[in-house]
């Protein structure tokens, strides 16, 4: 179902016109009457939340997918994708941190690490149909950078727990 189609939907279960939704939402009518036959496909996000404020729903009604009638939403069964994605983007450090490490031990030519939990991630993303193309450049400095700023969020509260346990003692 088409945002457009849960648009009209929500209005018509509401007895509202598309005029009336439009005055409201601070649109033209021509935006909803658009929208509401398919030919505008992805709204802007404040176009939608005057939609939504103007249906009396939040934005979320719109563009979320309608769980299937008569069945309960399925229960979580592992980690989130972005979780999976992290981790393998911290094992994979940890691996090129151990492949560093070894080369300054031995002073000989670095190992090649292979990155098998990245491989095993942009495999999982090709299952649910991700484009091959955009992970290199777009997903997985991505991955890194969430991954980065955990560490760094995680040091930074470790920091914060010292400098606390250090004002108590003064």
């Known amino acids: ?22 005055r409201r939402a601070g649109v033209s009518l021509n935006v909803i009457n658009r929208l509401e036959r398919g030919v505008i496909l992805d709204p802007h996000y404040s176009t939608l939340r005057g939609i939504a404020s103007a249906l009396g729903v939040p934005v979320e009604d ?17 980690p989130s994708l972005l979780d999976k994605a992290l981790g393998a983007a911290q094992r994979d450090a ?18 090649s690490v292979a990155s098998y939990e990245e491989d095993k991630f942009r495999a999982e993303l090709r299952t649910l149909g991700f484009p091959d193309e955009r992970f290199e450049d777009f997903v997985w400095p991505l991955v890194e950078l969430a991954a980065k700023t955990k560490q760094l969020e995680e040091q930074l509260a470790a920091c914060e727990e010292e400098r606390r346990l250090l004002m108590n003692r003064v």
Do not use: C, H, N, Y
């Open 94 to 111: 940890q691996l090129d941190a151990q492949a560093r490490a070894r080369l300054f031990a031995s002073e000989g030519e670095p190992q």
């Open 62 to 78: 719109l563009v979320r997918e309608p769980a299937l009638a008569g069945k309960a939403d399925a229960p979580e069964t592992g």
């Open 1 to 22: 179902m088409s945002i457009g189609d849960k648009v009209r939907a929500t209005r018509k279960a509401a007895g509202i016109s598309q005029e009336e939704v439009a």
